[in-house]
């Protein structure tokens, strides 16, 4: 899951200080209700960037399931991390947790294009969520996309835009 959005415009803190907007944690409480309401989303760990807004972001997911998945941090999830770095650190995991990662771009687009073994990258928009399947540890090219949840510009509070 990528982060929810934050504002952007003049006389603002620096970007790694700027907390998600309110129609952010709206959004990201409407996306993670619906991955887990109608795609059945419910994991055992979510790993978050320790950065102000995929922090809360996380906070906002571990509230969604009631505070049954284990919330960590770490600094493996900053948007400038190589993929293999988040590699490692899953590798800690038990093979068979389910994991929400919140974490930035370029990460994000990278990690999902490896995991899928694609030349090109996937992107995803602030709040947006994808589910990669793996049946081994995480790596190139054991992934495989089930779901991706599209931006929130598609999704009017109610039904999906198409």
């Known amino acids: 899951m990528r982060h929810a959005p934050i504002e952007f415009g003049k006389d603002l803190p620096p970007v790694k200080d700027r907390h998600i907007t309110t129609e952010g944690r709206k959004w990201a409480h409407s996306v993670v209700r619906l991955a887990k309401n109608e795609l059945g989303l419910n994991p055992d760990w979510i790993v978050s960037s320790p950065l102000l807004r995929a922090k809360e972001t996380a906070e906002i997911v571990a509230e969604d399931f009631d505070k049954q998945s284990k919330l960590v941090f770490d600094d493996c ?6 993929v293999n770095e988040t590699y490692q650190r899953l590798r800690k ?24 073994g694609a030349k090109s990258h996937v992107g995803l928009y602030s709040g947006a969520i994808a589910c990669v399947q793996c049946d081994t540890f995480p790596k190139q ?3 495989i996309l089930l779901w991706l949840l599209p931006p929130r510009s598609n999704f009017d509070g ?3 835009i198409t």
């Open 141 to 143: 090219g054991k992934g």
């Open 77 to 82: 999830l900053l948007g400038e991390r190589e």
């Open 158 to 160: 109610k039904k999906w």
């Open 93 to 116: 995991f038990d093979k068979n947790d389910s994991i929400l990662l919140v974490s930035h771009q370029p990460l994000l687009r990278n990690l999902i294009a490896d995991l899928l």
